[in-house]
């Protein structure tokens, strides 16, 4: 098997499970937000790759303004040791 992408955690499951997380950079106007990975909303077997989010995920305040809403880039984050909770 190829190991083509960094991370293994492809969901949202995934990464709640393995304690990492995801960051959205809302290019058009500049903002950062902290994806909530445990965000029922979404699921555990939400697809958590760039073009499965994108899909999922657009910016409100663009949106609202008329601006590009899915113009995104998202930052998967690695291991917090201190936020896991088990
Ligand atoms: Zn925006």
Redesign the pocket.
Known sequence: MSNKYPFTENTLGKKLEAGTGLSVY?L??K?TAALDVAERRFGADQPCMHWDLIKIIY?H??RAAG?D?RNLQFTNHALAPEKRRR
């Open positions: 809302y058009t106007c903002r910016c305040e663009c601006r809403d």
